[in-house]
């Protein structure tokens, strides 16, 4: 008969391998720039255009000082940097998605093709900041999953799944970010399913600001084309 504790390990327990932060990085430089090409219209509620990307751009810094290579399980302490910066991320792009949607609904018909447009990176960071945030929370985060003894997983994969078809596999960064924009596009999960309250709460956040942006942006768009 087999193992029900050994087969639970093999699907769960195994432990990351080491992870490059460079990739979380390079998102996060890319939803500073994508926040620099919004409209001055869209930036008003963050004050100085310049302040909140200058604040990203040094928890950047201190993150690349403190690890510039490869995430290890003792660099835990340094969670809460990576964790304040998505948020300073997430509250940016919620600013900016809440003036943009009050700009569709009530501004007037001039400029309403710019505000489509502008609607384009803010949907994209929307994508790149729920995908930070699922890497960031996973089994209590990067460096965590580095150890054995690592919390049971948020999301359960394909390959976890069914561990057989990838022996030894465990996610990567690319793997959360494909996950965020499954979800983003599809309203809902697709091939990764949430185990976890905070993970079902998570994507549904998404899929509704995802699926609000659109269906605004869109009948905006109509109405313009019209």
């Known amino acids: 008969m ?45 004050g100085n255009r310049s302040l909140i990307p200058a604040l990203e751009g040094a928890l950047i810094l201190v993150l690349l000082i403190a690890n510039p290579g490869h995430i290890s399980k003792e660099q835990i302490r340094l969670r809460a940097i990576g964790v304040s910066l998505i948020a300073l991320i997430t509250v940016a792009n919620v600013i900016s998605l809440t003036d943009l949607l009050h700009a569709l609904l009530y501004g007037s018909k001039a400029g309403g093709r710019s505000l ?32 054995r003894s690592h ?15 990838a022996p030894g596999w465990t996610p990567r960064f690319l793997d959360y970010v494909y996950t965020s924009f499954t979800n983003a596009t599809a309203f809902s999960p697709t091939d990764t399913m949430p185990l976890t309250a905070w993970a079902k709460l998570l994507m549904m956040l998404q899929s509704l600001a995802s699926l609000v942006t659109v269906a605004v942006v869109v009948s905006r768009a109509v109405n313009i084309l019209n």
């Open 2 to 46: 087999p193992d029900a504790s050994r087969d639970d390990a093999v699907a769960w327990g195994i432990p990351s391998a080491r992870e490059p932060r460079w990739p979380a990085l390079v998102a996060v430089a890319t939803a500073i720039g994508l926040q620099l090409v919004l409209p001055d219209r869209l930036i008003q509620g963050l």
């Open 116 to 147: 489509v447009y502008a609607s384009v990176p803010i949907w994209l960071t929307n994508v790149i900041v729920f995908g930070l945030w699922y890497w960031e929370l996973d089994r209590g985060g990067p460096a965590a999953r580095h150890l």
């Open 151 to 165: 919390p049971r997983p948020d999301f359960l994969f394909p390959q976890m799944s069914t561990p057989g078809a």
